[in-house]
T-cell receptor
Framework: EAGVAQSPRYKIIEKRQSVAFWCNPI?????LYWYQQILGQGPKLLIQ????????DSQLPKDRFSAERLKGVDSTLKIQPAKLEDSAVYLC?????????????FGPGTRLTVL | AQSVTQPDIHITVSEGASLELRCNYS??????LFWYVQSPGQGLQLLLK??????LVQGIKGFEAEFKRSQSSFNLRKPSVHWSDAAEYFC????????????FGTGTLLAVQP
């Protein structure tokens, strides 16, 4: 079974530029998550989708971050414009159990450096 | 509010020695508890999880963890560490009832010396 796929793996941009990350979850997983992991910290949830609907985006900085999950499969996370403090690893995860607590499976992440 | 504390930022053990990584949580209801491992440049891999039942949980790679409600702890153990175990370890608590969410600790970086 293929795991969670993410691209690109690395991205370097200058502040005020825009960037987009892509995630393809495990086939059949209805729930998809985007996390931000700043160096030295644990992952922090940015947004949670159930199929193509948003369940929780309370910690997403909506003035600069946006995310979508069209057709309930792939998802993109966009930052526009980027700030220095957005430098982090962005992790995508998916879960089969839907909204009940279950196991989340993580992709390899995208390491973003903002200069 | 829910929280997870991993008091040890960095631990060094000798290969073949035993290992215990500490995790304490704060959660009002029955917690769902997880340990993940993250190798450099990799995503998080699930080691083990506790939802209910036997409080001693076995995981992959020879790891185990014990849920102690009285101490609000879920410590990770391994009897004999291998050099390949060097990585960062994250404890997480699942919460929300109707929403599948995780709160992570800040992680413990494990170094293994020969």
């Amino acid at each position: 079974e293929a795991g969670v796929a993410q691209s690109p793996r690395y991205k370097i941009i200058e502040k005020r530029q825009s960037v987009a990350f892509w995630c393809n979850p495990i086939s059949g997983h209805a729930t998809l998550y985007w996390y931000q992991q700043i160096l030295g910290q644990g992952p922090k949830l940015l947004i949670q989708f159930q199929n193509n609907g948003v369940v929780d985006d309370s910690q997403l900085p909506k003035d600069r971050f946006s995310a979508e999950r069209l057709k309930g499969v792939d998802s993109t996370l966009k930052i526009q414009p980027a700030k220095l403090e957005d430098s982090a690893v962005y992790l995508c995860a998916s879960s089969l159990e839907g909204l009940l607590v279950g196991t989340q499976y993580f992709g390899p992440g995208t390491r973003l450096t903002v200069l | 509010a829910q929280s997870v504390t991993q008091p040890d930022i960095h631990i060094t053990v000798s290969e073949g020695a035993s290992l215990e990584l500490r995790c304490n949580y704060s959660y009002g209801a029955t917690p769902y508890l997880f340990w993940y491992v993250q190798s450099p440049g990799q995503g998080l891999q699930l080691l083990l999880k506790y939802f209910s039942g036997d409080t001693l949980v076995q995981g992959i790679k020879g790891f185990e963890a014990e849920f102690k409600r009285s101490q609000s702890s879920f410590n990770l153990r391994k009897p004999s560490v291998h050099w390949s175990d060097a990585a960062e370890y994250f404890c997480a608590v699942g919460y929300g009832g109707a929403t599948n969410k995780l709160i992570f600790g800040t992680g413990t970086l494990l170094a293994v010396q020969p």
